[in-house]
């Protein structure tokens, strides 16, 4: 059964290092989400991808953080550099093909990234 | 904007008995809206939708929600709780740009 995977599971760095995050969407699904949990803010929309575009990152410190779709099935986030404050759980969600002006419906979950930045 | 609201950090039900959560949002035309449910180190699973139509929502493992237009509530309800049902709950909403927002979440205990 389809699912979005994440690598890796998890990830222990020392401040300052460089931390990439790798997703792999559904075959077929054609946006991609990435997002942020932690217990003081909850979930946090990061960016937001369509047919690898990007169409929102707002919701990403610009200095540190990018993220970017190489191709179809891969989506990655990179911290650089990483602060103790980066320390939480990155959810990638991706979802089904979509037309131009249709909304956006279910989203597909990956398990996570746990990153602990020291 | 669009916005989605979780009342209760926390719900606290007695098994057998039935449950709700609460969710109120706030969209500019006809909304979208979801169930997510999150169980320990795992990744959120989508539980239910309203698009259109019946104003009740049936999803997975018993679930069911309720859109209340007139009061912007889309509550999610289980008639008997089971243990196994405790976890997070996520509501979340789509207006119209294409983007899901999602509430804070409610933990849901469930006593044994």
């Known amino acids: 059964d389809a699912r979005v995977t994440q690598t890796p599971r998890h990830k222990v760095t020392e401040m300052g290092q460089e931390v990439t995050m790798r997703c792999q969407p559904i075959l077929g699904h054609n946006t991609v989400f990435w997002y942020r949990q932690t217990m003081m803010q909850g979930l946090e929309l990061l960016a937001y991808f369509r047919n690898r575009a990007p169409l929102d990152d707002s919701g990403m410190p610009k200095d540190r953080f990018s993220a970017e779709m190489p191709d179809a099935t891969l989506a990655t986030l990179k911290i650089q550099p990483s602060e103790p404050r980066d320390s939480a759980v990155y959810f990638c969600?991706?979802?089904?093909?979509?037309?131009?002006?249709?909304?956006?419906?279910?989203?597909?979950f990956g398990p996570g990234t746990r990153l602990l930045v020291l | 904007a669009q916005s989605v609201a979780q009342p209760e950090d926390q719900v606290n039900v007695a098994e057998g008995n039935p449950l709700t959560v609460k969710c109120t949002y706030s969209?500019?035309?006809?909304?979208?809206l979801f169930w997510y449910v999150q169980y320990p180190n795992r990744g959120l699973q989508f539980l239910l939708k309203y698009i259109t139509g019946d104003n009740l929502v049936k999803g997975s493992y018993g679930f069911e929600a309720e859109f209340n237009k007139s009061q912007t509530s889309f509550h999610l309800k289980k008639p008997s709780a089971l243990v196994s049902d405790s976890a997070l709950y996520f509501c979340?909403?789509?207006?119209?740009?294409?983007?899901?927002?999602f509430g804070k979440g409610t933990r849901l205990h469930i006593l044994p």
């Open positions: 969600a991706s979802g089904p093909e979509q037309g131009a002006f249709s909304v956006q419906e279910t989203q597909y």
């Open positions: 969209v500019s035309g006809n909304p979208y």
């Open positions: 979340a909403v789509n207006g119209r740009d294409d983007k899901i927002i």
